[in-house]
């Protein structure tokens, strides 16, 4: 059983070559595991330079639709809603788990599974004076002890994050966390809010000691009020904390307006959820047009941007826009995912602005796998 026939992988020094996650068809039909499953046909390789190389993993071959393995479905940016479907599917996950393959593909994306191994990527990447946002994969606990456990980690990680040199105690953090309330207890059937807002005081509490950023991650649009909500009661204690914004669903722009009027670090991204049209934009230009003019308003706001994107259209355009509002290169970010257009995060920094690394770690990898091979990094 594959999930893959992975085309040569990028061997270190050697961007030119192609990144596959698989080249599969066949979908998986019940008690037939000789069938191939695929997550994509990824072609396209993503060459040092090269912005409008795309790292694919489109075309998702016909997976499960509810109850209807032999359905196909298609995703709204190009590929399958299949491959978002695939993040929640226990077999796919326990299948991608074993195979070899899988991981030398997830290993672009994510550093590594221990905390060790993420601290050694952020060495790499304060050395080329990038900043980082650091992300303990999990999310959708089943219990309060599990999301206990998971803001010890993160109290641990920050620990050990505060016994870096360059910790600053003003200005821009160069260091920071991003955490999901899911993973704090969000979703549990009692007092859910209650626990995640409990365990998010705890984890800001210690950054704040640290000398360390918070940024509450963006889930689910069924997330959103609740998490807006925690963020606001949080910021109470921690007016430094950020707060992540995702461009297409239909109500950021209002969401932008009140963040941006209180001076809120805002993290503005495109989103990476299959979301109903009834809340969301669902083609990739009006996808864009919604990101400009909200990230208008956060730029002719008092708080600070972060830029999340890999669009080239969009970094294009921020340059002329900061002139515009009055921004000068310490007064926002970009940000970037780990492992994703390597070669502009360098040109960035190298032009004088400021630009955040988002580096994930954690055996909990597979959900973010699928959703960055389904938004397709290019974007």
């Not at 803001?151 to 920050?158: E, H, I, R, S």
């Not at 160069?174 to 999901?180: D, I």
């Not at 997330?223 to 921690?238: A, C, I, P, Q």
């Not at 002719?300 to 000068?328: C, N, Q, W």
Request: glycine share 6%; charged share 25%.
């Amino acid at each position: 059983m594959a999930i893959a026939r992975a085309a040569k992988p990028v061997a270190a020094g050697r961007p030119d070559q192609t990144v596959a996650i698989a080249r599969a068809a066949k979908p998986v039909a019940a008690g037939r595991p000789d069938q191939t499953v695929a997550i994509a046909r990824a072609a396209k390789p993503v060459a040092a330079g090269r912005p409008d190389q795309t790292v694919a993993i489109a075309r998702a071959a016909k997976p499960a639709a509810a109850g209807r393995p032999d359905q196909a479905g298609r995703f709204r940016h190009g590929g399958a809603p299949a491959i978002l479907a695939a993040s929640r599917s226990d077999w796919l996950r326990r299948t991608a788990e074993r195979m070899p393959v899988t991981r030398k593909v997830v290993h672009r994306f994510v550093p590594g599974e221990t905390m060790g191994s993420v601290l050694e990527s952020i060495v790499a990447l304060r050395d080329s004076s990038r900043y980082v946002s650091v992300n303990y994969l999990g999310e959708d606990v089943a219990d309060a002890d599990d999301a206990a456990a998971t803001t010890q980690t993160y109290l641990c990680l920050l620990d050990a994050l505060g016994r870096r040199p360059d910790v600053a105690g003003d200005g821009v953090r160069p260091l920071e966390v991003s955490v999901k309330l899911s993973a704090l207890g969000q979703a549990l059937d009692r007092d859910g809010e209650k626990i995640a807002l409990e365990n998010a005081h705890t984890i800001c509490e210690r950054a704040q000691q640290a000398g360390i950023w918070v940024t509450v991650d963006a889930e689910d649009h069924t997330t959103t009020d609740s998490t807006l909500s925690t963020v606001r009661d949080l910021r109470v204690d921690f007016p430094w904390l950020g707060v992540v914004l995702q461009a297409y669903l239909r109500r950021t722009l209002s969401d932008c307006q009140q963040f941006a009027a209180e001076g809120a670090r805002v993290r503005l991204c495109k989103g990476a959820y299959d979301e109903p049209a009834s809340v969301a934009y669902r083609d990739r230009p009006a996808v864009t047009d919604s990101y400009l003019r909200c990230l208008r308003v956060l730029m002719a706001g008092s708080g600070y941007p972060m830029v999340a994107t890999h669009d080239p259209a969009v970094i294009a355009a921020v340059p002329k826009l900061a002139r515009e509002t009055g921004r000068i290169a310490n007064s926002f970010e970009y940000q970037m995912l780990y492992g994703i257009r390597d070669a502009e995060q360098r040109r960035l920094v190298d032009a004088g602005s400021q630009v955040r690394v988002y580096v994930p770690y954690g055996t909990q990898w597979y959900g973010y796998l699928v959703r960055r091979l389904a938004e397709r990094p290019r974007i």
